[in-house]
Structure formats: structure tokens, C-alpha cells
């Protein structure tokens, strides 16, 4: 069963202190790991997908990492517009047959302070 | 920029009554998804479904639900005789390919059952 674990689970930061969210997965034959942002009441906004070890996907003060056993989201100097739960899922299987969905994790809420 | 709709926003019923839940994908998108999330919960795969038919699903989604695509542009999500643990935030997504595709979610429907 494909697992995805997400640390830390919340996470408060000052305005301009960067740091990183640890999504850790296990899976059958990864196909892709996506980031997605959460507000509250909203659906998911696709940030980034990522589909092998070593692959860096960079947007204004986000960037996200890949290995083979987990993904990093970096944020940089933060603003408290960031402040969101980012969610981490993954695709996984192999051959044509294989399904499509997407196994989440429990997220990271992040909160910037001004 | 194209996105996922899905009505209404909220839903109230009864426990035991049927609802029907509505999304319109993405305009040129084939593959479309149901999630569902649980207050304080996980975002949790439903069901996807391509060429009038279902691909996948999960365990989750039993007897009582059912998807249908009845026109070019809706897919809907029925729940034939809802229960209290229905209770949720259910999301559409749409892609445009099966494999390592990108699904982009809809706003999400909050369904409550009294």
C-alpha cells in the first residue's frame, strides 16, 4: 500500500525565514510526487510535479526536490500570504494498466507571521 | 485561465436521501476524478473514471455511489442513500492524460448530512 507521511505538521515561521517541508513517501514504482497548496474551505491548487530522483522545480519562493525516498519543499524568505497547508501526494504503479490516483499525505500547515 | 467548477458550494440533507453533486472539468480534459476529505482528514481518492466509464476505485467508494458523465461537459457524483460519515469536502479533478498527468482540483463541494 502506497504510504506518504508529512513533517512537520505545522509549522509557524516569521516573515523572511525560510525553511523546508519533508514529504517521505513508500511506493510501488513511483510515477510522479505532486505539491499542492491548501487554503481553508478551498480545493487544492497544483504547485509542482515532480517525476525523478534529482529534479528541482522552482516558482518565485517555492522550490521543490526529489529523491528516491522523499521530496523537500523550500520556501524562501516567506510572506505571510504563504500561509497555507501544502500537501504532498503520489502516483504510483507501472505499466499501462497501472491506476492514476493519487495518494495524499496528511499535509504541513504553515503559518507566516508578519 | 481554464479551471474546475463544481456546484453547489454546500449541501445540507438528510441521512437516507440521495444527492447529486456536480462538476464541470476542464474543457479539453478526458480524465476525471471524485476525492473526498473528511474534516481535519486526508484528502482520500473516490473514483476516476474515462470514456464513460469507471477506471479505478477505491474502497471507499461502494454501492451507494455512483458517477455519471450525462452531457459533454458535467460529471456528477450521486450518493444514493447518504449516512452521517458522509459527511465531507468532495472534489472533482480533471487531467488530460493517464499517465504522469497533472490533475487539477475543483473548489469542492462541502456535503453535510444531518
Known amino acids: 500500500e502506497d504510504q506518504v507521511t508529512q513533517s512537520p505538521e505545522a509549522l509557524r515561521l516569521q516573515e523572511g525565514e525560510s525553511s523546508s517541508l519533508n514529504c517521505s513517501y513508500t511506493?510501488?514504482?513511483?510515477?510522479?510526487l505532486f505539491w499542492y497548496r491548501q487554503d481553508p474551505g478551498k480545493g487544492p491548487e497544483f504547485l509542482f510535479t515532480?517525476?525523478?530522483a534529482g529534479e528541482e522545480k522552482e516558482k518565485e519562493r517555492l522550490k521543490a526536490t526529489l529523491t528516491k525516498k522523499e521530496s523537500f519543499l523550500h520556501i524562501t524568505a516567506p510572506k505571510p500570504e504563504d500561509s497555507a497547508t501544502y500537501l504532498c501526494?503520489?502516483?504510483?504503479?507501472?505499466?499501462?494498466?497501472?491506476?492514476?490516483?493519487?495518494?495524499f499525505g496528511e499535509g504541513t500547515q504553515l503559518t507566516v507571521n508578519p | 485561465e481554464p479551471e474546475v467548477t463544481q456546484t453547489p458550494s454546500h449541501q445540507v440533507t438528510q441521512m437516507g436521501q440521495e444527492v447529486i453533486l456536480r462538476c464541470v472539468p476542464i474543457?479539453?480534459?478526458?480524465?476525471f476524478y471524485w476525492y473526498r476529505q473528511i474534516l481535519g482528514q486526508k484528502v482520500e481518492f473516490l473514483v476516476s473514471?474515462?470514456?464513460?466509464?469507471?477506471?479505478?476505485k477505491s474502497e471507499i467508494f461502494d454501492d451507494q455511489f455512483s458517477v455519471e458523465r450525462p452531457d459533454g461537459s458535467n460529471f456528477t457524483l450521486k450518493i444514493r442513500s447518504t449516512k452521517l460519515e458522509d459527511s465531507a469536502m468532495y472534489f472533482c479533478?480533471?487531467?488530460?492524460?493517464?499517465?504522469?498527468?497533472?490533475?487539477?482540483f475543483g473548489p469542492g463541494t462541502r456535503l453535510t448530512v444531518l
Open positions: 515532480l517525476y525523478s
Open positions: 473514471f474515462y470514456n464513460n466509464e469507471i477506471s479505478e
Open positions: 511506493v510501488s514504482g513511483l510515477r510522479g
Open positions: 501526494a503520489v502516483q504510483a504503479g507501472e505499466g499501462k494498466t497501472s491506476g492514476s490516483r493519487l495518494t
Open positions: 479533478a480533471s487531467s488530460d492524460s493517464w499517465v504522469l498527468n497533472t490533475q487539477y
Open positions: 474543457s479539453n480534459h478526458l480524465y
